[in-house]
């Protein structure tokens, strides 16, 4: 019986040395599971932090892109509205009465007789007007004036533009600004 007693006591012994050692075992399982979860939980705290961040960023970046999608549509619109008013500007003089364009020649005439003696005008080959109606020496009907005249003078050094364009043109771009706050404010 003292064999069994030995070997009882050396397998006694085995199985609470195997004890302590699952024991311990278990015990360190439980503090690297409990270390890797705390370095976990840092590192999602850290990630939903940056990914909260990027989201924001996203967010202000594609406000800021809509902002400028919105703002260049707008100016594109107002734009279009400026062009669409200079172009019925202009076909509403150039569609006037005819005697409505003859005073508006004469008064061309006069201003441009400040500078050109007795000038030579050039019109459109449209225009009922005679060189008497409006007061020149020659008059000249041409294709690429629309409306208003050019005047010159007889040894052809000086030129005065008055077709209705370009005077447009020119009033349009000194109040380009007043009247963008005008229509637009």
Do not use: H
């Not at 070997?7 to 024991?23: L, N, Q, V, W």
């Not at 990027?54 to 707008?74: D, F, H, N, P, Y």
Request: proline residues 1%.
């Amino acid at each position: 019986m003292a064999l069994d007693n030995v070997t009882k006591d050396i397998r006694d012994s085995a199985k609470a040395s195997a004890a302590s050692i699952g024991a311990e075992r278990d015990a360190e399982v439980a503090r690297i599971m409990a270390e890797a979860d705390a370095v976990i939980s840092d590192m999602k705290v850290k990630e939903d932090k940056r990914l909260k961040e990027v989201i924001e960023q996203l967010g202000r970046q594609t406000l800021s892109s809509a902002e400028l999608e919105s703002k260049k549509i707008v100016l594109s619109k107002k734009k279009e509205m400026l062009e669409k008013a200079f172009a019925e500007s202009l076909r509403s003089l150039e569609s006037a009465s005819a005697a409505t364009k003859k005073k508006q020649y004469k008064q061309m005439v006069d201003a441009a007789m400040k500078v050109i003696d007795d000038p030579k005008a050039y019109c459109s080959k449209d225009e009922g007007i005679t060189a008497a109606d409006i007061g020149v020496s020659k008059l000249e009907k041409v294709a690429g004036i629309t409306g208003g005249l050019i005047l010159e003078s007889k040894d052809g050094t000086i030129q005065v533009d008055m077709q209705y364009k370009t005077i447009l043109q020119t009033v349009w771009d000194s109040e380009l600004k007043g009247l963008s706050d005008i229509l637009f404010g």
